[in-house]
């Protein structure tokens, strides 16, 4: 395997697509930067971003470490069987497992000789235990197990000491990352299903090419940063060997290794014909690839009271693969039958044509295995003596210790809750909010009056844009890798069309900038960019740019080194592992006349220096008018914004979850960012399974995810459909990574739950094909389950051709068969959104006046909780604005404790008891009416 490319803006232009819509995500670190740059372009660079890095780190949240509480008599007892097979992972907690994990590489010496800090490596391993989904094998149980196997088969071959430390460090990252973020199911399935991992990584070891790509992107993650010590040329190295390590798992592989074992094990004069050629002699990495194929198939080298345990975890997770094929009219793998294949013989047939030969050659290459292969032996007899009864009585009761109500036939009785936690995502002024504060309404107010009415104070733009900060703009232009083409007919439009513009009347109100969008797509690119978890933001009034900018000088340096000098890495998707190292400028797109006819061709031809120039004006003329209007008081009222709306608005939805709604079963979550599922993990893990879809989405940060409460879902029963809804509804016509998430799963009394969270597009047309795909996949997969569908619809109080209405949305999904929360005749009085844009964004069209906006702005209902009529009814549904369980109906929102503008909606959820009768009127209660 090779390591991943990097397209550097000083070695070549940038290319590959980038959304309009989105902002970019990167996901390489400074490691693999400087690995293309010699010595004096590093220094170079160093000292040109210095001021670039200072101004940015401000604007990173801090993520506070959590590591768990010891439990020593575990850790003492887990601590003397670490280099033995002896070792029962399945007997200890996650926390336990994360201590001893630790000890692992503490007791190699490997963060000591290599220079690694105990927090980076502490962080490290709670990320690896964080992004490992609820499979019944496949899980953090698992990393652990076949880490510390490694580590027992390296001590007992005695192959670790003729490893470097390097060699090293890279055996046991891979051991932890090797099944990263694993899906449980495998490639056929992969492949089978159309998934896009599939096409994404040709259909050749897909699971383990994804799970080398997540490793890397944890390790150079900023939180984490565990590869910052290491040189350019440790980097390149380290990364090949982890890449190859990993590769090595793929069973698809298997024949080769057994061809190579038994090469280098027989004897040259019994090979025949076949060895004209001698076997290269092993190195190091061939070692490596060894201890890592037998770990991970270990099960069988483990006592026969532990490796049973192992099979009934690995048989079910096989059968829940069988079982979703069979939902979505696959052809079913064989071993995945549950109806025609038995977990022992499984067992047996694995033992007998696949490991136990694979083993015996490994122990002729590795001689100190011979007695630990003979356990191999012992299994396989007392598999004999096994049926699958006795595994299930055996096992069955202990394998979920923690829920006693399994197989409860009483149904359950639900509290459901669904809330889209999006509001404020990059512009802190965007909306009108609900602030403490009297300087925030006198601020916002002074600027509306500014704007609205600037007569006499109304400036031309070239009194705050002078001709030296133009020459400058130009200069940048002309020296950036883009090689900008026109820029003599650039500045003749500025000189003639710009330069003398009255800055409110005829730059910030001119609607055929808005209809050119010259300003709203440069800005939705470069106004917030994550640079694998290091986040840029553009010196603006609309960021959550934090730094000084009491003045234009002020403000033009530290933007124009942002635009031209900042280094962001973003990953190729059109180049699977390919990343491009580009300024800010150069992410930029031009704009199509065909698109966006306002344009001419003329102005196409120049557009991005053009964008360059607006968005320059643009946020010239904002940072003049808040400096003007209020002085002392605008930059620290933004500071508070963005605390609430950016750096705290993860941990204050986490704590309003725990505050207020400790006692929901299911929490249906929209438009999250992709890093708050690990917050999520961390803050509500204890009490729910944090499930979201296996494609997440990172650069727009919009991605649905479920909260299923422990104590009511059976663990390792989850099967994400998601990716089947999606092509049932058109693919990627109506929705986008993360926009969806759909799992399969158990509940403790018996049943089968379909649990759908989504938040639909600005109009809400996608909403309706989503709920029909959600029809189909339950009458033609899942027959069985029970649909359960937390949304933000997207509705809207009157109906059109391009916007989805209220009534319109009931009408349709009632004769469907669903009814929904609020009830049998929804209407307005239950909206659950009421927000309104301020005069501090890019699009002045949509600005709504201060007395206007509690009844102009968007007062919609928005969000639903939806069910079949014949399952469930909706009682007692409520909304909450304020976090604390009330409504205040008078208020607009986000406010500073409360940083979303959808409000929360819970019910309860009971089965419906005369399957024909739908829910009556009275039967929702709600909050108002």
């Not at 598999?383 to 202990?398: A, I, K, P, Q, T």
């Not at 959550?544 to 002020?554: L, P, R, T, Y």
């Not at 049998?824 to 009085?829: D, F, H, N, R």
Request: with cysteine.
């Amino acid at each position: 395997s090779s390591s991943a490319g990097l397209r550097s803006p000083m070695r070549r232009k940038a290319d590959g697509a980038r959304s309009e819509e989105n902002n970019s995500e990167a996901f390489c670190g400074t490691e693999e930067l400087t690995s293309e740059f010699d010595e004096e372009e590093i220094e170079s660079m160093g000292r040109r971003n210095q001021e670039v890095v200072t101004m940015v780190s401000r604007q990173q949240a801090t993520v506070e470490i959590v590591w768990p509480a010891r439990n020593e008599a575990a850790f003492q007892r887990g601590k003397k069987v670490l280099k033995t097979l002896e070792c029962d992972a399945l007997s200890f907690t996650a926390d336990d497992l994360v201590h001893l994990t630790l000890e692992i590489f503490l007791e190699l010496g490997l963060p000591q000789r290599l220079n690694i800090p105990i927090e980076k490596m502490q962080r490290f391993i709670l990320g690896v235990r964080d992004r490992m989904l609820d499979n019944p094998y496949h899980n953090w149980t698992h990393i652990f197990d076949v880490t510390q196997t490694v580590y027992s088969l390296g001590v007992e071959n005695k192959v670790l000491p003729t490893l470097t430390d390097m060699e090293c460090f890279a055996l046991f990252v891979s051991a932890m990352c090797h099944d990263l973020e694993h899906p449980g199911v495998n490639n056929l399935f992969l492949i089978k299903s159309r998934s896009s991992l599939a096409t994404l990584y040709n259909e050749t070891s897909i699971l383990e090419k994804h799970h080398s790509f997540r490793a890397f992107e944890l390790m150079l993650h900023s939180n984490i940063d565990l590869l910052s010590g290491l040189s350019p040329e440790e980097y390149s190295g380290f990364r090949e060997m982890v890449m190859s390590i990993i590769l090595a798992t793929d069973m698809a592989r298997h024949a080769e290794y057994m061809r190579r074992l038994q090469a280098l094990t027989t004897p040259p004069d019994e090979q025949g014909e076949a060895a004209s050629d001698p076997p290269p002699e092993p190195d190091s990495l061939f070692y490596m690839e060894i201890l890592i194929k037998c770990a991970d198939t270990s099960n069988v080298l483990k006592p026969f009271d532990v490796a049973r345990k192992w099979a009934m975890r690995v048989t079910d997770e096989f059968f829940l693969q069988g079982d979703m094929e069979r939902a979505n009219g696959m052809d079913v793998t064989a071993t995945c039958d549950r109806t025609t294949q038995s977990r022992v013989a499984l067992q047996k047939g694995f033992i007998d044509k696949v490991i136990g030969p694979y083993y015996k050659q490994v122990a002729l290459f590795l001689p100190a295995m011979a007695t630990i292969v003979s356990q191999i032996e012992v299994n396989r007899a007392c598999w004999d003596r096994y049926n699958d009864n006795m595994l299930v009585e055996e096992l069955g009761n202990s394998y979920l210790p923690e829920l006693p109500g399994l197989l409860n036939q009483e149904p359950m009785n639900l509290r459901v809750v669904t809330w889209n936690i999006a509001a404020v995502n990059n512009n802190p002024f965007e909306y009108w909010i609900t602030h403490q504060s009297r300087e925030y309404a006198r601020l916002m107010h002074d600027v509306q009056v500014f704007i609205d009415n600037p007569e006499n104070k109304d400036f031309e733009v070239c009194s705050i844009i002078s001709e030296e900060m133009v020459a400058e703009l130009r200069a940048e232009l002309e020296a950036s890798a883009c090689d900008f083409a026109g820029l003599d007919e650039w500045e003749h439009r500025w000189n003639t069309e710009y330069k003398h513009r009255l800055a409110v009347k005829e730059f910030l109100k001119d609607k055929a900038i808005g209809s050119k969008r010259l300003i709203s797509m440069p800005d939705r690119i470069t106004n917030t960019i994550n640079s694998e978890g290091r986040i840029f933001m553009r010196p603006s009034v609309i960021s959550m740019f934090e730094a000084n900018m009491g003045s234009v000088d002020k403000w033009w340096k530290m933007w124009l080194d942002f635009m031209f000098h900042s280094e962001v890495h973003t990953l190729d998707r059109l180049c699977p592992g390919v990343y491009n190292c580009m300024a800010p400028v150069q992410m930029i797109q031009p704009i199509k006349n065909s698109k966006y006819p306002a344009i001419s061709v003329e102005e196409e031809a120049i557009s991005i220096p053009l964008q360059v120039l607006a968005l320059a004006i643009f946020d010239g003329v904002l940072v003049h008018i808040l400096n003007t209007v209020a002085p002392q008081t605008w930059q620290p009222i933004k500071q508070s914004l963005c605390q609430a709306f950016n750096q705290n608005k993860g941990q204050e939805v986490i704590s309003i979850l725990n505050r207020s709604y400790h006692d929901a079963d299911v929490i249906f979550i929209q438009e999250a960012a992709a890093g708050f599922v690990d917050s999520a993990k961390a803050g509500l893990g204890k009490h729910y399974m944090v499930l979201r879809p296996y494609l997440l989405d990172g650069y727009r940060n919009q991605n649905s995810i479920i909260l299923a409460r422990k104590s009511r879902f059976v663990e390792g029963s989850t099967i994400d459909v998601t990716e089947h809804v999606c092509r049932l509804a058109g693919g990627g016509k109506w929705t986008a990574p993360g926009d969806l998430c759909v799992m399969a799963m158990k509940g403790v009394d018996g049943s089968r739950y379909l649990l759908a969270s989504f938040h639909g597009d600005t109009n809400g047309l996608a909403t309706v094909p989503v709920l029909k795909a959600l029809d189909e996949a339950v009458n033609c997969s899942y027959k069985d389950h029970i649909l359960i569908f937390g949304l933000d619809a997207n509705t809207h109080k009157n109906h059109t051709p391009t916007t989805q209405g209220v009534q319109e949305f009931h009408t349709k999904f009632t004769k469907m068969g669903f009814s929904s929360c609020w009830g049998a005749s929804p209407t307005l009085k239950t909206w659950t959104t009421r927000n309104a844009r301020t005069y501090l964004q890019p699009q002045l069209q949509k600005a709504v006046g201060m007395a206007d906006a509690a009844r102009k702005g968007d007062v919609n209902l928005k969000d639903w909780i939806i069910v079949y009529t014949h399952q469930l009814i909706a009682k007692n549904s409520e909304r909450d604005n304020t976090g604390a369980r009330r409504f205040d109906e008078d208020m607009v929102f986000p406010t500073l404790t409360f940083p979303s503008d959808h409000a929360i909606v819970s019910t309860l959820l009971t089965r419906a008891h005369n399957p024909d009768e739908p829910p009556e009127d009275g039967q929702t209660l709600l909050p108002g009416q």
